[in-house]
């Protein structure tokens, strides 16, 4: 149901989503609600009365323009305390959000929809993730210098997104990546390694990733690199392409 408070929308889901704190139960519902606080994704708001650990009112006031005067809570397990991790509204202007408990996401130790992990964010039931094998010619420069050439890419197309082109590790210039400990984490793909480039001009941080164990429902990219399209230069069949201006992985 889409709301004209600060563009702010929300909808029940049907699925089972449980999150833990240091291995505590804090919530298990089977009536989230989904909120798009922001335009790209949403976040899971859980009945008050599915909430297991105890919430303590940290003084704190969030304040928003669409949801009103959230309360800020400390969540309180037996073996740990994560301060600032919930919000409620009880005066919300959007009636559907005074009786729910937003956690901070990362605050959590895990989420789990149904029984499946999920990381970074909860699921956009809108948004879709195509994987598709394909002979188009994809060259990718940095620095004035090709590092990977691949006439066997996988293209991924994303809702709302770019698309990216994975590519065989053997078509990419192996000897100009750098290892990285960055990390970052998909909800539709796992969990991403990094490699920066010296292509002779400097070091290029963390232009590169990998998903080395994707989620089932991205398997067919497991071991391929892709490169930022931000942060390089693309071609596509001799096309260079403009630079996207969204710079998700």
Known sequence: MASSQDAVRIEPSRKRVRTYLDGELVADTTRPFLVWE???????????????????????????????????????VAGATA??????????????????????????????????????????????????????????????????????????????LPPRYYLPLSDVRMDLLRGSATQTHCPYKGTASYWSVDAGQGLREDIVWIYRSPLPESQKITGLACFYDEKATVFVDGVRQEKPLTPFS
């Open 83 to 160: 301060q600032g991790a919930a919000l409620r509204y009880p005066a919300s202007p959007l009636e559907q959000l005074r009786g729910l408990i937003r956690f901070d996401f990362s605050a959590m130790s895990e989420w789990l929809e149904e029984d499946e992990p999920i990381y970074y964010h909860a699921r956009d039931p809108y948004s879709r993730v195509d994987i598709l094998g394909s002979s188009r010619h994809v060259r990718i420069e940095v620095d004035g210098v090709t590092v990977a050439d691949s006439r066997q890419p996988r293209i991924l197309f994303e809702t709302g």
């Open 38 to 76: 922001v335009p790209y994704y949403p976040v899971y708001y859980v009945p008050a009365a599915d909430v297991r650990a105890e919430l303590i009112p940290s003084g704190a006031t969030d304040r928003s323009p669409g949801r009103g005067d959230g309360e800020v809570l400390d969540v309180k």
